[in-house]
């Protein structure tokens, strides 16, 4: 069974696709938009050069403009330190005094839990703001 340019470029399509179904490569979904243009080249009666090149000059242009996009938008915080992740990053706790290794014991919503000095921060007591949330240890700073 001989099968036409076109059926194999949306064979193609459909192995890209559930690829990245499998591990969920956003990349792979614009490659697979490439061989679409190479399928639909097959239809128009392009040769196989053209195909190629249909399919190389699309999906491997919507590979880079979304790289370049996605490079040029900001990082996200770490789950650790990110506030739509861990509801307690902003919370407050009040500390009476610190241990000599930039640690305390505190209370927080009614449990104690390990407080830890951020990078920034400087050993003093007073109201410190939760940064990030690393297991069960508490990174504060100073409230500002």
């Given amino acids: 069974m001989i099968m036409d340019e076109a ?3 949306w064979i193609l399509v459909g192995v890209a696709v559930a690829m990245e ?3 969920g490569t956003f990349y792979l979904l614009l490659l697979a938009l490439g061989m679409a243009a190479g399928a639909i080249a097959a239809h128009l009666g392009a040769t196989i050069t053209m195909q190629i090149i249909a399919a190389a000059m699309l999906g491997g242009g919507a590979v880079a403009i979304w790289y370049r996009v996605r ?4 990082r996200r915080a770490h789950s650790s330190a990110n ?3 861990n509801l307690d990053i902003g919370g407050t706790i009040t500390v009476q005094a610190w241990s000599p290794d930039g ?6 919503r009614g449990a104690e839990w ?3 000095l951020g990078p920034r921060a400087t050993p003093g007591a007073g109201v410190f703001t939760i940064v990030a949330v690393e297991g069960s240890r508490l990174i504060v700073e100073p409230v500002k």
């Fill in 7 to 9: 059926t194999i470029w």
């Fill in 21 to 23: 179904l499998v591990t």
């Fill in 71 to 74: 490079s040029k938008q900001p």
């Fill in 83 to 85: 506030r739509d992740v």
């Fill in 103 to 108: 640690t305390t014991s505190v209370k927080y």
């Fill in 114 to 116: 390990t407080a830890q």
